[in-house]
């Protein structure tokens, strides 16, 4: 008997029924899982971003030294404010605050007087004092984010490297220093390693601030350049500020001497003088000069009744044998070796405070040539001096400073032969080994110093010399043999006091600070003496032929 089917049947409609809600099922999930994926693509993301946006802080960059340091950061700050009408005991807390926060008491208790439920104390509170006013546990004081004050820069430092560091305004933008100079990088959250070693800068300052103070002078200034690679390992400008402080940024503070103050500097362009004249083949070293009368008006700290050669002029530092050089020279070759060496503009520097030297185009005739192959009628930066004598010492070749750490030496353009260089340091030694006063002076055993002194006047503000008022300097290049570093150190109108008998030149104020300087620079750095590889190369001869020399 054969089976019937029905369309109707049981069993049949039953399974059907079970694809229709499997798939209705399967499609409702997958609904509710697309639907879900948009609400939370349109609704809940946009609200995260919304929020992050809303409350996100634009950090700017942190600046270190080349060894790491922390120099320059920005944290979050605080605002304190108070509810007066809270506060139990107002003397106490008065007192209690005044010390966390650097307020006056007294002016704590008039802002504690006021009738309001809510009065602003201090804004920029740091993290330190943030939470030694929540361990006052009073409940009327309220510390809180404002969204435009959250931002504080901060420089762990202080006064050390200020004028390299520069400050920010309360908007965080840089106004001097690297934090103007190299602003947009810093405010794009970008991160920066300087040259400059902290530990070396501190030390500086303090070895020139103590000169300062000895001397009473009125300003100072010092200046470390690496000659590979026009790395600044320091500079120091005195007076200086703290960037932390607002009260300390006034005018004679901020002005930085090195990159913005143009001087006349006096004898220690003479090495410069020579070195022209020997570039240019208008003098040669066996020529001499007869320096025992006054010419143009112009005479000699210590007159000499004969004849210098080129060496001993500059040894002895004569003015009128620099002038007659300066006048074989001339005008034209004057002015053009000053462009070769960057005299004719400002330096391209990450500092942006940078001067343009200064000199009268218009009155340049013979004796102001004469006056300037001495150092007077044109005013340059300490940093043009720093740079020039690092070009002329660095086998010729061109030195462009830089506050930036770099990674590989550069020599791409060179300005003199490499045989004039080597006359320039040798020179720059020969003051160093031929005086009998400058040398004892800055003489370190083992390192070959060379360098220059220089005493110029002071000009006043409306350009008339002041008599007594001097700057007096040293430069040093060293080791003379293979030159890797240029140091500056000049003191601001020194003073005598009543135990002094020498009189205050380039030697006896500014020699003894750079030696002290280079003493310091030793240690820190760890430089090594000039004959270290001789030495090493002796006692690992001596050790193998004990070696060789050895029975068993």
């Known amino acids: ?56 802080i634009i950090e700017r960059g942190k600046i270190y030294d080349r060894n790491g340091n922390l120099l ?22 008065s007192k209690n605050l005044s010390q966390i926060i650097s307020v006056p008491a007294d002016e704590l208790i008039k802002l504690f007087s006021k009738k309001d439920e809510f009065v602003w104390i201090k804004k920029n509170i740091s993290p330190k004092e943030h939470q030694s006013i929540i361990d006052l546990g009073e409940v009327a004081l309220q510390t809180q984010h404002k969204y435009e004050e959250e931002l504080k820069r901060i420089y762990p430092y202080g006064q050390t490297g200020s004028h390299i560091l520069g400050f920010v305004n309360d908007s965080g933008n840089g106004q001097s220093g690297v934090e103007r100079g190299l602003n947009v990088f810093l405010a794009n959250g970008k991160d920066i390693n300087l040259s400059i070693d902290i530990n070396l800068q501190e030390t500086i300052r303090k070895e020139l601030k103590l000169v300062i103070e000895k001397y009473s002078a009125d300003a ?32 004679k503070n901020i002005f930085n001497r090195i990159i913005s103050g143009n001087y006349e ?4 362009i003479k090495p410069i003088t ?22 143009s008006g112009i005479n000699d700290f210590h007159p000499y009744n004969g004849f210098y050669n080129v060496k001993e002029i500059v040894v002895n530092s004569s003015n009128i044998g620099t002038a007659q050089i300066a006048s074989l020279i001339g005008k034209k070759n004057q002015k053009d070796f000053f462009k070769k060496i960057g005299f004719n503009k400002k330096i391209d520097f990450e500092i942006k405070e940078s001067a343009k030297p200064l000199g009268n185009i218009y009155n340049w005739g013979n004796h102001e040539t004469m006056r300037i192959g001495y ?48 006359y320039f340091t040798s020179l720059l030694r020969s003051v160093v080994t031929d005086t009998k006063f400058t040398g004892k002076k800055v003489q370190i055993d083992g390192y070959q110093i060379g360098g220059k002194t220089g005493t110029a006047n002071l000009l006043d503000e409306k350009g008339n010399y002041q008599e007594g008022h001097n700057l007096t300097s040293f430069i040093a290049v060293f080791p003379t043999s293979k030159p890797k570093y240029v140091v500056l150190s000049s003191i601001e109108n020194p003073k005598k006091y009543k135990d002094i008998k020498y009189k205050l030149t380039g030697a006896t104020v500014a020699a003894p600070l750079v030696k002290n300087i280079i003493l310091r620079m030793i240690e820190i750095l760890n430089v090594l003496p000039t004959n270290y590889d001789e030495i090493l190369k002796a006692d690992i001869s001596s050790i193998y032929q004990k070696q060789n020399n050895a029975s068993f």
């Not at 920005?74 to 807390?93: C, E, F, G, M, Q």
């Not at 600044?232 to 005018?251: A, V, Y």
């Not at 500097?265 to 220690?268: E, I, K, Y």
Request: aromatic residues 12%; charged residues 25%.
């Open 274 to 295: 020579i070195t022209t004249g020997i570039y240019k083949k208008i003098i040669k070293p066996e020529m001499t000069f007869d320096v025992s009368k006054s010419i």
């Open 1 to 56: 008997m054969k089976s019937k089917f029905y369309f109707f049947d049981s069993d049949a409609l039953k399974n059907f029924h079970k694809r229709i809600f499997f798939s209705i099922t399967i499609f409702f999930f997958v609904y509710l899982i697309a639907f879900y994926r948009i609400f939370d693509v349109m609704i809940l993301d946009s609200e995260i971003i919304e929020k992050q946006n809303s409350s996100q």
């Open 375 to 422: 150092g007077y009628s044109f005013s340059i930066t300490p940093l043009h001096l720093v740079k020039a004598y690092a070009s002329l010492a660095n086998d010729g070749f061109q030195v462009n400073p830089t506050i930036l750490k770099k990674i590989t030496e550069e020599k791409e353009i060179k300005i003199i032969d490499s045989k004039t260089s080597q």
């Open 265 to 268: 500097m006096g004898s220690v």
């Open 72 to 93: 320059s950061s920005t944290i979050r700050s605080y605002a304190l404010s108070v509810n007066p009408k809270k506060i139990k005991n107002k003397l106490i807390l």
């Open 220 to 251: 100072g200034f010092a200046l470390v350049m690496d000659i590979n690679n026009g790395e600044l390992l320091s500079m120091s400008s005195l007076p200086d500020f703290d960037p932390n402080k607002r009260s300390s940024l006034i005018e």
